[in-house]
């Protein structure tokens, strides 16, 4: 089944991209997309969606370990090399009912892109456009209703609640300087 056929049905979440083969017998080198790259380990035996811009692919994982900050995993029928090569910049991706649990003040990416942000004063900042992975926290890339785009960064000081689709923030001093 295609994914775009698919995708209508049901949602999915991206959590890796393949990179590059693993030696001759098929492995993949996969670079997680996810916070949690154990969570490959969890979906051994599951079947997962490759993706490319031609559409997708189930295929079952059959094994995922991790390596040197990646993630190596085995693909039914991808046994060898040449068909590894041929998904390479794929991505994998599973249905959203096999995400795993948030926790407390987390959210998905997903859902913060296009989110209205506004100050406890209620004026509109613009909207969430990007978010930006950093060792730290979050960085939320803001297109600003008037002038230019700036970030703000994505901790309890600034973000004071996120629900009703928006963001309520409280600016430090010199935030909305911090321009893209």
């Given at each position: 089944?295609?994914i775009?056929?698919?995708?209508?049905?049901?949602?999915?979440?991206?959590?890796?991209?393949?990179?590059?083969?693993?030696?001759?017998?098929?492995?993949l080198?996969?670079?997680?997309?996810t916070?949690?790259?154990?969570r490959?380990?969890l979906?051994?035996g599951?079947?997962?969606?490759?993706?490319?811009?031609?559409?997708?692919?189930?295929r079952?994982?059959?094994?995922?370990?991790?390596?040197?900050?990646?993630v190596?995993?085995?693909l039914?029928?991808?046994?060898?090399?040449?068909a590894a090569e041929?998904?390479?910049?794929?991505?994998?991706?599973?249905?959203a009912?096999k995400?795993l649990?948030?926790?407390q003040?987390?959210?998905?990416?997903r859902?913060?892109?296009?989110m209205?942000?506004?100050t406890?004063?209620?004026?509109?900042?613009?909207?969430?456009?990007?978010?930006?992975?950093?060792p730290a926290?979050d960085?939320?890339?803001?297109?600003?209703?008037?002038?230019?785009?700036?970030?703000?960064?994505?901790?309890?000081?600034?973000?004071?609640?996120?629900?009703?689709?928006?963001?309520?923030?409280?600016l430090m001093?010199g935030?909305?300087?911090?321009?893209v």
């Open positions: 089944m295609k775009r056929e698919w995708m209508l049905i049901m949602d999915t979440f991206e959590i890796g991209i393949i990179v590059k083969p693993q030696g001759i017998r098929g492995e080198r996969v670079l997680p997309t916070d949690d790259p154990g490959f380990q979906l051994e599951q079947v997962v969606f490759v993706s490319s811009k031609d559409g997708a692919v189930e079952k994982l059959t094994r995922a370990r991790l390596h040197k900050g990646l190596l995993v085995t039914e029928g991808v046994d060898d090399r040449n041929e998904i390479i910049n794929c991505t994998i991706s599973i249905p009912e995400a649990p948030l926790g003040d987390e959210y998905f990416v859902d913060l892109i296009g209205e942000v506004v406890e004063d209620g004026v509109l900042l613009g909207k969430v456009a990007r978010v930006l992975p950093t926290n960085v939320y890339v803001i297109d600003a209703a008037e002038g230019d785009n700036f970030m703000i960064p994505a901790i309890k000081q600034v973000v004071r609640k996120v629900g009703d689709g928006k963001i309520v923030v409280r001093d935030m909305r300087e911090l321009t």
